[in-house]
Every structure is written in C-alpha cells, then in structure tokens.
C-alpha cells in the first residue's frame, strides 16, 4: 500500500537518486551520478528547511520512497485590483514515481499537491509537462494555450 506525505529533509538523498533516476533516462547525463546527487541533495535539504520556497511530497511503499513532487511557490507583486489578476503563482515539477510503483501513485501525488495549491491560496499552477503526462494533466483541470508568455532564451 503506497502512502503519500510530506518530505522531510532527511528525504532528500532519497530524493536526490529519484531525480537522477528520472531524468538520465530522458537525455544523457552530463555530470557524474554521485557529484549530481550531492549537488542535487543539498539543493533539496536547503529547499526543504524553513524559508525554502519549494514544498514536496513523496510517495512511500514499505518505507522506500518510491515517488516525488514538488511545488514552489512563486511570489506576485502586490494587486489593488482584487480578484481581477491571480496574485498567487506556483509551478509544479519532478512529479516522478519509480516505474515499479506505477498506476495510481502519480495522481495521488499530484492530487495532493493540488489540494495543498487550494488550500494556500494558490490562483494558478503552472507546469511544463512530459509528452505522455499530458493526459493526466488535463484530467485534473490543466489546460493548454492559456494567457501566458514565454520566451524561450536557451533552448
Ligand atoms: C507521470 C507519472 C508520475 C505518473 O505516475 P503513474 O503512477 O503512472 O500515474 P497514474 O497511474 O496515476 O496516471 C496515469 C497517467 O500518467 C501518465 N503516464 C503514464 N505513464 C507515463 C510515463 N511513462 N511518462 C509520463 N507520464 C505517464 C499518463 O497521463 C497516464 O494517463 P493515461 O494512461 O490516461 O494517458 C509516472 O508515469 C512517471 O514518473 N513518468 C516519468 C516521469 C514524467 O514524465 N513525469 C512527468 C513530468 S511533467
């Protein structure tokens, strides 16, 4: 039975090997598995302490984490217009479960951060997502072609 809660930070060399997990096996890695993890798991332990403007979740089967996302929260400046603009923004990312722990725990993870989204006064969630998620996207209320600009500087 998978369980979804909160990471802590003491998650975060777990979480660090997901990542690598993840996203070497969509393009060749250009750095070396261990110095990504220990960049990438400090990155994680400083995100996740208080002050940190990301939030995550895991996904856990019989203690192993098996799943991550995250959401950072994206600061607007003040609007006297109430209502009229969405003042607050987060983007949603590194929504991953371990292909062994696939169907169903990728939208358990994704539900929950959505209801943490709504229950923060979240207005908008924004996401780039993969080309075969974007089905489980639009499934809970994404959308394609909203008001948003992009310039893409680096490809
Ligand atoms: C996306 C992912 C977290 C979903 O987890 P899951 O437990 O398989 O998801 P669920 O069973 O709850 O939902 C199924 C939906 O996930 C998506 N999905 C399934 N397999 C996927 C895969 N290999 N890659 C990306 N998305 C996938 C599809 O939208 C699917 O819906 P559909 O079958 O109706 O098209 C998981 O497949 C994964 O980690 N994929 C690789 C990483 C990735 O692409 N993440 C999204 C980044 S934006």
Known sequence: MIEIRTAAITDAGAL????WEFRSAQDPPTEAHDAFVR??????????SIGGSWKAWVAV??????????????????????????E?????SNLYVTASARGGAGTRLL???????RANRIDRV????SKRSVTLYLGHGFSRGGDVME???RR
């Not at 960049?39 to 996740?48: F, Q, T, V």
């Not at 089967?61 to 969405?86: F, R």
């Open 16 to 19: 660090s090997e997901l990542r």
């Open 39 to 48: 960049r990438c798991g400090e990155w994680m332990r400083r995100e996740l």
């Open 61 to 86: 089967d019989q203690a192993v984490i098996v799943g991550q996302v995250w959401v950072q929260t994206v600061q607007k400046i003040p609007n006297p217009v109430a209502d009229s603009e969405a």
């Open 88 to 92: 607050h923004l987060a983007y949603l």
């Open 111 to 117: 539900e929950t951060a959505l209801d943490w989204c």
């Open 126 to 129: 924004v996401l780039w997502p």
């Open 151 to 153: 310039l893409k500087i």
